[in-house]
């Protein structure tokens, strides 16, 4: 499932606790997709804290809690991590990651918690959503096949890698739109992870952040930045962005465009898709004064509406409406556009 859908599921069940319809749910992906920022964007979206017990570090008193004697019975010492209405807050969300690499007697103990949510006299305040994540088995990790009683405490969700909801995010997080504009032009380099392989480095999500950094840090050093990011992406990854990178001294004019003045629109595909990240950047950085639209929108409409392939102009202005939203659609050039690409949109 897209990161797009999860993030609906996992709102909707986080505020489902509210009406005791909460289901703890169990994300499952390879490495570097983004489960845990996905979950801990949830988290800040409603300003909850999130409470990350890595399970795979745990040992089952660690949960458990240690016992003490208190007069001739025993009793167990509730350990802090767990979430506490007083301490923590009312809501919140308590995240099991790395479930499938822990022990088997760790993730035994964590059976009780995660349908009952309590363990002993312990019990998981009522508006704290349970959610879980782990690897799958073949990913290369170190995992173990997640016992039925616990598997049936869950609802399962896989986690799949998506360009579309990545490009969205990454224009939300400042990404260097170079990297936007080279995994347009390699959509297939967005995530490649090959369990058989021994790469310590690959291409995935989180990998891809990293090369961003990586960018930051070594663009003014060319002998340097190839390795820079094939460190962050693997080495074949690592090599076609560099060499993406230093084409892009053949773009046109990015300033030109988004003020309306003329500017070449580049034939090769490599370039146009650069441009065109570029531009959705520039468009989403637009700001709004007094409900007026941005005459930069409007000067990228038309600028789209000259691109040689119209599914380019489309990628386009599609990469701004989930960023912009309804406000694009208003703007007058965004009719002619349309108008333009209507054989595309519309069929029989």
């Not at 363990?119 to 088995?137: C, E, H, K, T």
């Not at 629109?265 to 007026?292: F, H, M």
Request: charged share 20%; aromatic share 10%; proline share 8%.
């Amino acid at each position: 499932m897209r990161p797009a859908q999860l993030a609906i599921i996992l709102d909707r069940e986080f505020l489902s606790t509210d009406a005791g319809h909460h289901t703890p749910v169990m994300l499952w992906g390879p490495p570097g997709i983004g489960k845990s920022q996905l979950v801990a964007q949830i988290a800040a979206k409603h300003g909850a804290p999130m409470i990350d017990i890595r399970l795979s570090q745990m040992e089952p008193s660690d949960l458990r809690g240690i016992p003490f004697r208190s007069g001739e019975t025993v009793e167990w010492a509730v350990p802090a991590m767990l979430p506490d209405a007083a301490r923590h807050g009312a809501r919140g969300i308590l995240f099991l990651d790395e479930i499938t690499s822990a022990p088997p007697s760790v993730s035994a103990a964590a059976y009780q918690l995660i349908l009952d949510r309590r363990l002993g006299d312990y019990r998981v305040p009522d508006g704290w959503a349970i959610f879980a994540a782990g690897n799958r088995q073949g990913d290369r990790g170190v995992t173990y096949a997640m016992p039925a009683p616990l598997a049936n405490r869950f609802s399962h969700f896989e986690f799949a890698a998506h360009l579309d909801d990545w490009v969205a995010w990454a224009y939300g997080d400042g990404i260097d739109e170079r990297l936007i504009g080279f995994l347009r032009f390699k959509p297939e380099l967005l995530f490649d992870f090959d369990p058989s392989r021994a790469e310590m480095a690959f291409p995935s999500p989180r990998s891809w952040e990293f090369a961003h950094r990586a960018l930051q840090k070594f663009a003014d050093r060319p002998d340097l930045l190839a390795g820079a990011l094939s460190a962050c992406v693997g080495q074949a990854a690592g090599i076609e962005c560099a060499a993406y990178v230093g084409s892009l001294d053949r773009l046109p004019d990015i300033d030109a465009i988004v003020e309306g003045r003329p500017a070449e629109v580049p034939t090769e595909i490599d370039l146009q898709y650069a441009v065109a990240a570029a531009l959705a950047g520039r468009a989403l950085r637009a700001k709004v004064s007094r409900g007026d639209t941005p005459p930069a929108w409007g000067n990228i409409l038309d600028y789209a509406a000259r691109l040689p392939l119209k599914e380019m102009g489309v990628m386009l202005v599609s990469d701004m409406y989930r960023g912009i939203g309804q406000p694009l659609v208003v703007v007058p050039r965004f009719a002619a556009w349309a108008g333009i690409v209507a054989d595309l949109m519309l069929y029989d």
